[in-house]
């Protein structure tokens, strides 16, 4: 595969992330913070975020399975989980704390249980998604292409 | 000054304030934040979620520099769009509030506003929204 088809495999594969709502605009607004000053801005960024969801979500796994569970505890996990999500445009991740947290403030242990299934799950879709990414982008570079910065949404 | 719990944001804020020429300094507790801001900082951005959690932090902070002529503008950045959000910062003291998501372009613009006019406090869309009508209803009701 050429440089070029390398490059049109990256912009529809990308575009397919924001049409499938794993992705949002705030993921275009990291990318527009990568420049020549900070080149693997966007990698380092997602790496921190897939650092700290797995932390939470084990955190979140073991304060489900209390038996007096703290909602509180579990509320400021998914708090920040959903914080972090939003920050880099994981949309479908953001979405599924959102219900999560109307779960936690209603107290009901079932629902989050299956709220952190939820959760988890589009974690994991999203983790494949954006290594799938980086790892399109690697072939590019490695072939001298670079990572085109336009993403037209039109036709 | 940007001072974030979550480390995924506060790295995405400090790159957003970088790319757009600031120097940034970070810390990820209020105790931090204290212990390191100071008039070099012109601005410290703090996560807030109801303006109630941001408010000790902002205290200390107008007590730090209350003997000095000058002290660095503090302003909540905040996802929470309720109204009470809003006026517990300013309350407290606080000279800002941001809606996130921030893009580029918006925190440009809020720098340039920020900087000018040392206050900003965002509206919310609902809330823009609720003082068109309440506008548009007064102006129906002006004596002529």
């Not at chain 1, 999500?85 to 979405?95: F, H, L, P, T, Y």
């Not at chain 2, 600031?22 to 801001?37: G, H, I, K, M, Q």
Request: aromatic residues 6%.
């Amino acid at each position: 595969m050429d440089v070029g088809q390398m490059q049109r495999q990256w912009i529809d594969y990308t575009k397919s992330l924001f049409l499938e709502g794993f992705l949002d605009g705030q993921f275009l607004q990291l990318q527009q913070l990568q420049d020549e000053n900070n080149p693997d801005f966007v990698v380092e960024v997602v790496s921190l975020f897939f650092e700290d969801s797995e932390r939470l979500l084990k955190d979140l796994t073991f304060a489900l399975n209390q038996n007096g569970v703290d909602f509180k505890k579990v509320d400021a996990h998914v708090h920040q989980l959903k914080g972090s999500s939003s920050s880099i445009g994981a949309q479908r991740v953001k979405n599924a704390c959102i219900a999560f947290r109307n779960f936690c403030e209603e107290q009901n242990t079932d629902a989050c249980l299956r709220c952190l299934q939820q959760v988890k799950q589009e974690y994991c879709l999203v983790k494949n998604k954006l290594e799938t990414l980086f790892g399109l982008e690697q072939q590019i570079v490695a072939a001298g292409g670079s990572i085109p910065t336009e993403l037209s949404f039109s036709g | 000054m940007v001072k974030l719990v979550c480390r995924v944001s506060r790295t995405v804020t400090k790159g957003l304030l970088m790319h757009l020429g600031c120097d940034v300094t970070t810390a990820s507790s209020s105790e931090e934040c204290l212990r390191v801001v100071s008039l070099d900082h012109e601005v410290v951005f703090m996560d807030v979620c109801t303006g109630l959690d941001g408010s000790e932090l902002a205290a200390r902070i107008l007590e730090k520099f209350a003997k000095h002529q000058d002290r660095p503008l503090i302003v909540a950045l905040t996802g929470n769009t309720k109204r009470v959000t809003k006026e517990n910062c300013m309350r407290v003291g606080m000279d800002g509030l941001i809606l996130k998501p921030v893009s580029v372009e918006k925190m440009r613009g809020v720098l340039s506003e920020l900087l000018e006019r040392r206050v900003l406090f965002e509206t919310s869309e609902s809330e823009s929204r609720v003082l068109k009508v309440l506008n548009s209803v007064r102006c129906q009701f002006d004596v002529k």
